[in-house]
């Protein structure tokens, strides 16, 4: 059976059988998925698999949960969206959660702001509602999309919406992979794009 958002995790079986992972988070609900269960079933029973919403806190997780809430079925609206803090930078994660989801998350945490926001659905117009992008207020935007990819991502809707609120953007399938190096609280961020490194900003 054929798993959604193969793109998201579909290298996930490769993981789990060639490192020794203790704990795999999953939003809330995913475990009824029988897909995803399958793609999964051969990991080892040292594994162990924790379905969380915004009121956990997993112990040892370097990062919040603020998204989903509810139960569901690994569906674009059923997203985690994950934040953290490194390098001296806020991050904010949020999948393939749409505009209903980013105002969801807005509504049960309205202090939610990001320096860096990674791009929900790939820069589809499905996400990054308005309202979202204005309270976070990031000052970065990552969009992880593939070159001549069959949906057009990123929309130019979404790139619009960026370069209003003065948005800095850093786009995979115009600047290949994206990093960020630091030490401490201070770093850059670099680009890599048929194998010449160096292009830092």
Known sequence: MAIRHA??????PAFIEEMNVRRILIPLGMDKNPGFMNRISNRKQSTKLICVNDEMRVPGLPATI????LPGKGE????MVL???KGGLNWVFTGDLDRPGELDTLTRHPNLTADVLKVGHHGSKTSSDPQFISQ???QIALISA??????HHPNEETVAL???HNIKMFNT???GMVRYVYRHNVGHFETVLSGDEGNGS
């Open 146 to 151: 593939g070159r001549n990819n069959r949906y």
């Open 162 to 164: 960026l370069k209003q």
């Open 7 to 12: 793109d998201h995790c579909g290298d996930l």
């Open 66 to 69: 603020y998204h989903p809430y």
């Open 76 to 79: 674009n609206h059923d997203s």
């Open 173 to 175: 399938q115009n600047q």
């Open 83 to 85: 934040a953290t803090r």
């Open 136 to 138: 976070l207020h990031p």
